[in-house]
């Protein structure tokens, strides 16, 4: 269920009985009368479910998911012991009253299970490490993730918290390494990114599970057993093309990220929007980038692409190109100018991220915003709550992009019949985007 609320409120799940959240009871019924709650038949029996909320201006959304705590009654059904024994053993300092195998049997069962004893938490939080494990898997040569990065380190200074900064792109086992050089080096907890979908996590979950240590991932929007923030990439790509559509662009390219990435989160909304728009949309193309995120890879994608635009005669040539982010969007509007290609006299441009250099470029970009601020301030405060109670429940926010409107795209004279006819030289049809 998702609550639009006028008001700007505080960060809360809104999940019913969650002890973490402070809507509960009354006050969690008044804020849902206050959206409409009754008038949507809203019951008792819904609101033990999860629920979403949007989160005033920001348009922040929040979803809290309640962890499967380990408690002394799972390890003692697990033991077959009874509960007073392992209570014993673990939270009372009564160790020596059993014998030496089952004491060693217990905490062996409390290790493998994640069971944290009474008290522990709270020590953890007083004498846990300040320094804060910070790892980059991709290149820093995206002006984005530099961004990223100095906006992160400004927040956790507020906090007095020290980055230890690791940059990783190769492989998943030299992530892995890097997790392991900061695990040993007992630093305070993780944050890593950008993680867009669970097979980033494949080679390195097992290192972060059954650890008493926050983890805050960024990136995407998924499910999964650690905290999140995340920008709706797939809501910002679909509002993009929709501002194309809007100013009478019929023939577009979207020019994406390398597969199997994109493949797996981006293509389906190429295919909604196609469904959406079949009967005014003449075609929509794809087109990878297989070149790599270097700038020099980066730019002879953008030649080829340029090379290949203008092959096709000009009653069929795509007349605008939503781009997967501004690097690409800024490198193929250089890539245009080397050819007297002007922007957006013959070719409108879209970006993604809303980079400080995209307002300066010689044509002013138009681009979705990412809200860098916003998602560093989330990042932080997920991280110091999980920082000082490790049991908290689990939450993923997801950041809404918004439309920066430029000069890059002009409005131009709709086709008046869509045909759909493919173009290969620009990329795929719409009906092939729909097979």
Same mark, same amino acid.
């Given at each position: 269920m998702c609550l639009g609320l006028d008001e700007r409120l505080p960060f809360s799940c809104l999940r019913l009985g969650c002890p973490d959240c402070r809507w509960v009871g009354a006050g969690f019924l008044q804020v849902l009368n206050a959206a409409?709650?009754?008038?949507?038949?809203?019951?008792?029996?819904?609101?033990?479910?999860?629920?979403?909320?949007?989160?005033? *201006?920001?348009? &922040?959304? #929040?979803? /809290?998911?309640?962890?499967?705590?380990? *408690?002394?009654?799972? &390890?003692?059904?697990?033991?077959?012991? +009874?509960?007073?024994?392992? $209570?014993d053993v673990l939270n009372r300092g009564q160790a020596h009253r059993y014998s030496p195998k089952t004491v060693q049997k217990i905490r062996q069962a409390?290790?493998?299970?994640?069971?944290?004893?009474?008290? *522990?938490?709270?020590?953890?939080?007083? @004498?846990? +490490?300040?320094?804060?494990g910070v790892v980059i898997n991709r290149t820093l040569m995206n002006p984005y993730f530099s961004r990223i990065l100095i906006a992160l380190e400004r927040q956790l200074a507020e906090e007095e918290m020290r980055m230890e900064l690791l940059l990783e792109r190769e492989t998943q086992d030299s992530l892995r390494e890097s997790i392991r050089r900061l695990l040993a080096d007992n630093v305070g %907890?993780? =944050?890593?990114?950008?993680?867009?979908?669970?097979?980033?996590?494949?080679g390195i979950q097992d290192l972060l599970e059954n650890r008493q240590l926050p983890v805050v991932l960024f990136g995407g929007v998924f499910e999964s057993r650690f905290d999140i923030v995340g920008v709706d990439h797939e809501q910002g790509i679909y509002s993009n093309l929709h501002y194309l559509l809007q100013r009478g662009h019929r023939r577009i390219v979207y020019l994406g990220l390398p597969p199997p990435r994109a493949d797996y989160s981006l293509k389906p909304v190429l295919q909604k929007f196609a469904r959406d728009f079949y009967d005014r949309l003449v075609w929509l193309g794809l087109v990878w980038n297989d070149? %790599? $995120?270097?700038?020099?890879?980066?730019?002879?994608? /953008?030649?080829?692409?340029?090379?290949?635009?203008? @092959?096709?005669?000009? #009653?069929?040539?795509? *007349?605008?190109?939503? /781009?997967?982010?501004?690097?690409?969007?800024?490198?193929?509007?250089?890539?245009?100018?080397?050819?007297?290609?002007?922007?957006?006299?013959?070719? +409108?441009? &879209?970006?993604?991220d809303n980079l400080p250099e995209s307002e300066y470029w010689h044509t002013p970009l138009t681009t979705q915003d990412v809200r860098v601020d916003e998602q560093m301030k989330a =990042?932080?405060?997920?991280?110091?709550?999980?920082?000082?109670? @490790?049991?908290?429940?689990?939450? @993923?926010?997801?950041? #809404?992009?918004?439309?920066?409107?430029?000069? +890059?795209?002009?409005?131009?004279?709709?086709?008046?019949?869509?045909?759909?006819?493919?173009?290969?030289?620009?990329?795929?049809?719409?009906?092939? &985007?729909l097979s």
């Open positions: 409409g709650g009754k008038k949507m038949g809203v019951g008792l029996d819904v609101l033990n479910a999860p629920t979403y909320l949007f989160v005033g *201006t920001l348009r &922040i959304m #929040e979803k /809290c998911v309640q962890p499967q705590n380990v *408690t002394i009654r799972d &390890i003692a059904q697990k033991l077959n012991l +009874s509960l007073t024994t392992v $209570s409390m290790e493998e299970m994640g069971y944290i004893p009474m008290g *522990t938490a709270q020590e953890l939080a007083r @004498t846990r +490490s300040r320094r804060v %907890g993780l =944050i890593l990114g950008p993680v867009y979908e669970p097979l980033d996590l494949a070149y %790599g $995120s270097e700038y020099s890879a980066m730019f002879n994608l /953008c030649r080829d692409f340029v090379q290949r635009w203008l @092959t096709v005669p000009h #009653e069929f040539r795509a *007349t605008a190109v939503c /781009c997967a982010n501004d690097q690409l969007a800024l490198t193929l509007m250089r890539a245009l100018a080397e050819r007297g290609v002007e922007v957006p006299a013959d070719l +409108s441009v &879209i970006g993604f =990042i932080l405060k997920l991280f110091m709550r999980r920082y000082q109670d @490790t049991g908290a429940c689990r939450r @993923t926010i997801c950041i #809404e992009p918004f439309l920066v409107e430029r000069e +890059s795209v002009r409005s131009v004279e709709p086709d008046r019949e869509p045909n759909h006819q493919p173009y290969s030289a620009q990329g795929v049809a719409v009906d092939e &985007i």
